[in-house]
């Protein structure tokens, strides 16, 4: 891991950890708001999954995003990749659902501001993602141009 990926990933690995952790033990209302929510926008994913299972599964995928931000093993590719999808999922939905917008569709509603600047999970899950894929094919070259050398008849 980058120094530089460290103050972001822990930021948003917290938060989102956090917020997994708190949705395992909710409660049927919360439940059914949290499925109502990802059914309106999503319908063929998640119309006839039931509220308390859709709980669980999001409490699980955000312990999981959350996770993976924070264990300096895993790639920024992959931790960048997770937190791209989720974030995406979560503007998604915000673009999605008529109510969370207005009337343009884009800007916010006083309903759709707290999802709405879910936008910032997307920038920096394609930050560390670019991050990673660029560290890599620096790797890549590098190992290249050592392989060449070690090959090459003028080397020697």
């Known amino acids: 891991m980058s120094l530089t990926q460290i103050p972001l990933r822990l ?29 309106g926008a999503y319908p063929a994913l998640f119309k006839d999954m039931e509220p308390a299972k859709f709980a669980r599964l999001l409490a699980y995928s955000e312990i999981g995003v ?7 093993m895993v790639p920024a590719t992959v931790a960048g990749a997770a937190l791209t999808g ?11 659902t008529p109510s969370m917008t207005l009337d343009d569709g884009i800007r916010p509603s006083q309903e759709g501001i707290a999802v709405a600047k879910d936008v910032w999970l997307v920038g920096g899950g394609l930050t560390l993602l670019s991050q990673g894929v660029v ?22």
């Open 11 to 39: 930021a948003t690995g917290a938060y989102i950890l956090n917020s997994g952790v708190s949705k395992l033990g909710a409660d049927e209302g919360t439940a059914q708001f949290l499925h109502g929510a990802a059914a």
């Open 86 to 96: 989720f974030g995406c999922s979560l503007v998604g939905m915000y673009l999605r």
């Open 66 to 72: 959350g996770a993976a931000l924070l264990a300096p």
């Open 135 to 156: 560290s890599a094919a620096k790797a890549g070259a590098k190992t290249s141009k050592r392989a060449i050398r070690k090959a090459s008849p003028l080397s020697s």
